[in-house]
């Protein structure tokens, strides 16, 4: 009975996982059709804090993996600096706290922060909707190929731009004098108003991902 639990249990992986497939955009790497946990490209997907394998319901501090404090100020893992916690010097996920390459195996993980500055800087992205679902189209320079990245419902500024947030793989290593160093990672905003834009965030926030296939894993 078991067996067949765990058969039943892997069928359902694998169609939920089934629609993410890498496209080659002419880039370093090549970019994933959906989000983790999404079935098809319009959908949002899972959203996880950043470091973590798994999703779930709360979303602060005192829930966060790495948080030895449940205030955001010391933590166990990817720690810059002393005053921070146990100093590691890790400004990148290791594969082992990578939601996508857990979630996905194989080659996929997260993109990083560079990768996501090459899919900005070499791509032509144009605002689309699909299915109801708005987002941008990025289309490439070279291959003639696209994907669709959707809005994840977040608003910014005045409330007025809708957008949506999501995470790279990289620390936001230096951080600044009122935030403190190793709270903070790295993510990319996309906004009806300023297209896509490098932000950061509080490493609990859950965030989906858009993973990227690296041939070199």
């Known amino acids: 009975m078991k067996r067949l639990i765990s058969l039943f249990t892997l069928c359902l992986a694998v169609t939920v996982y089934a629609q ?5 955009l002419g880039l370093s790497v090549q970019w994933g059709t959906c989000n983790i946990g999404a079935t098809c490209p319009q959908e949002v997907g899972n959203r996880y804090a950043w470091g973590e394998t798994e999703t779930k319901d709360m979303c602060s501090w005192a829930d966060y993996r790495y948080c030895t404090d449940g205030r955001g100020k010391k933590f166990s893992k990817y720690v810059m600096k002393k005053r921070s916690g146990s100093k590691d010097g890790l400004a990148t996920l290791e594969s082992s706290d990578d939601a996508a390459h857990a979630t996905l195996g194989s080659k996929w993980r997260m993109p990083t922060e560079e990768e996501v500055n090459e899919l900005r800087s ?37 409330q007025d731009d809708d957008g949506g947030v ?52």
Do not use: H
């Open 20 to 24: 993410t497939e890498p496209v080659d």
């Open 122 to 158: 070499l791509c032509r992205w144009v605002l689309e909707d699909v299915d109801g679902v708005t987002g941008y189209r990025v289309y490439s320079n070279n291959t003639g190929n696209s994907i669709f990245i959707p809005f994840t419902e977040e608003k910014f500024g005045d």
């Open 166 to 217: 999501y995470w790279t793989s990289d620390l936001e290593a230096k951080g600044d004098v009122f935030r403190g160093c190793s709270k903070d990672a790295k993510s990319y905003v996309l906004s009806r108003k300023y297209g896509v834009v490098s932000g950061s965030g509080s490493r609990f926030l859950m965030l989906p991902i858009r993973p990227v296939w690296d041939e070199n894993l």
